[in-house]
């Protein structure tokens, strides 16, 4: 198994301002990924974190609003850019090593006033 | 990866056995059927996964049909702490690919 931790575990952010979200993995993985989960709703996958090399995004995420670094096997970065309210979400991030279960922090949960 | 249906919620006392169904019809023969829950303000916790076996381990018990097109979780002995939104997620698991989470059913466990 692995362990997950996410840093902030919280945040509240001033609209028009950037937050970066900080996934470290306590074993190398093979896989990242960062999810949004938007009040009372399921998970969506905004993006898989590649090691040395551009994320790739799913539909309706870009990478100018949610910029993503994977500079190592055990380390992930998350930005939500030029913050609105509409990006009041719980952010979470997963791991998963081959043909094994995905792993997930605790999420960060952030409010935009 | 195949589409699954859950019932949005479900009802169970204390102690009793908590079954939850799930529908997978379109699932194809290298596809797993995984079984993920929520609980309130905590991220995902991985619960058991099978192919065509029954499976069973601390937590629960994965019961799978003949045919693959649907499944039961079972947890034997349900707790207050067993309240939370259970997602049913069919997955090819020759890659480590990312899961694609649907709506799940929301257990309440009932003093």
């Known amino acids: 198994s692995a362990v997950i931790s996410q840093k902030p575990s919280r945040d509240i952010c001033q609209r028009g301002t950037s937050l970066t979200i900080q996934c470290q993995v306590d074993s190398q993985v093979t896989m990242m990924f960062w999810y949004r989960q938007q009040p009372g709703q399921s998970l969506t996958l905004i993006a898989t974190?590649?090691?040395?090399?551009?994320?790739?995004?799913e539909s309706g995420f870009v990478i100018d609003k949610f910029p993503i670094s994977r500079p190592n096997l055990t380390f992930s970065t998350l930005t939500v850019s030029n913050m609105s309210p509409e990006d009041s979400s719980i952010y979470l991030c997963?791991?998963?090593?081959?043909?094994?279960?995905?792993?997930f922090g605790q999420g960060t949960r952030l409010t935009v006033v | 990866d195949a589409k699954t249906t859950q019932p949005p919620s479900m009802d169970c006392a204390e102690g009793r056995a908590a079954n939850l169904p799930c529908n997978h019809s379109?699932?194809?023969?290298?596809?797993?059927v995984y079984w993920y829950r929520q609980i309130h303000s905590q991220g995902p916790q991985y619960i058991i996964h099978?192919?065509?076996n029954n499976e069973t381990n601390e937590m629960a018990s994965l019961i799978i049909t003949e045919d693959r097109k649907s499944s039961t979780l079972i947890l034997p002995h349900a707790t207050l702490r067993d309240t939370a939104v259970y997602y049913c997620i069919v997955r090819d698991s020759g890659s480590a690919r990312q899961l694609t989470f649907g709506s799940g059913t929301q257990l309440t466990v009932l003093p």
């Open positions: 997963s791991a998963t090593l081959w043909e094994t279960e995905a792993f």
């Open positions: 379109t699932i194809s023969g290298n596809e797993y």
């Open positions: 099978g192919l065509k």
């Open positions: 974190a590649n090691q040395g090399s551009e994320a790739t995004y």
